[in-house]
Every structure is written in structure tokens, then in C-alpha cells.
């Protein structure tokens, strides 16, 4: 699949047919999410790949949004470092960069991915850390949950002329 057409055509999906995902894909999937911009280049970025059937039990049921993740091939928690880049904002832009990168990267494969948010709701943040046991400096910015999808979607054209502004 080419660049424009995986953009184009991405989906958020959210059904998943329990089956795990090859190592090959995984590890092709975090390539894409290494691969995002940094601000500054101080890749303030740490992964988080879960797989564990207690820890992705824990994550669904503190966390509404990730019902699905029981039935998909992980969850990959993209976190900032913030001994590498203090600037939150920064940090945050960082980590959503990544998040796209790995969501392009599952769709590419033929996978399903959908982006669970978790900054900046505090409840889901400080959950997160508690469940993984996270280091103070680590800020778990969003869950990626990837697996071998069980729907289509049909692509959405989503452009809008009205937001376009040129100064």
C-alpha cells in the first residue's frame, strides 16, 4: 500500500479476532512509531508493548475506551520521558507523532489499530502508571491497540475547504 493511500483509507478499528500478531509486524510497527519527528531530536519516546493477560485485563477495566483490548494482539503504550524533553508540550507533540506513525504502520500491514487516549486525563494517566509500574519521569500519552482486525470500514474523505485558510 502506498503512503497516500494508507493515510487515506485508515480506520479505527475496534474489533479484533483475538488472534496474536507476528513478531515481524510488531517490530516493523514500533520501527514506524522510532521513525516520527522529534522536537530537538531528544526522542523522549518509550514503548510499552503489552501482552499479558492480567495487565490487559487491568487496562480495560480502568480504561472505558479499551474494552477491545482483550481480543487484540497487544497493546503498545507510547509514553514520554521527561528527563529527555521537560517541554510537556513538546513531549506530547512527540508521542502523537509516533501514535500516527504506528497507527499508518498496523493499517500498511493489514492490521487494525485504534488510538486510546490517556494524557492529560489524570485518572487514566496515573492508572496506567500504577498497572505497568512506571518510574515517576515516564508519562503514558496515548495506547495503541493493535491486532488482526474483525470489520472493514470504508474509507471517509474527511477534507474540508471551509477549515482551509491562507494568510
Known sequence: ??????????????????EPIRDEDL?????????APSAHNYQPREYIVVRDKETIKKI?????????LP????????CGNKDKQPEMGFLIEDCSASIQNI???????????????????????????????????????????????DEEKVAIDR???SKVHFG
Open 1 to 18: 500500500m502506498d503512503v497516500l493511500e494508507t493515510i487515506f483509507t485508515r480506520r479505527s478499528i475496534r474489533k479484533f479476532t483475538g
Open 27 to 35: 517490530k516493523t510497527i514500533l520501527k514506524a512509531g522510532f521513525q
Open 60 to 68: 480495560s477495566e480502568f480504561h472505558k475506551y479499551a474494552k477491545m
Open 71 to 78: 481480543k487484540a494482539g497487544c497493546g503498545i503504550i507510547v
Open 103 to 149: 497507527l499508518l504502520a498496523a493499517h500498511g500491514l493489514g492490521l487494525g489499530a485504534v488510538w486510546c487516549g490517556l494524557y492529560s486525563v489524570e485518572k487514566l494517566t496515573e492508572d496506567m502508571k500504577d498497572a505497568l509500574e512506571l518510574p515517576e519521569n515516564i508519562i503514558p500519552i496515548g495506547m495503541v491497540v493493535v491486532g488482526v482486525k
Open 159 to 161: 477534507y474540508d475547504e
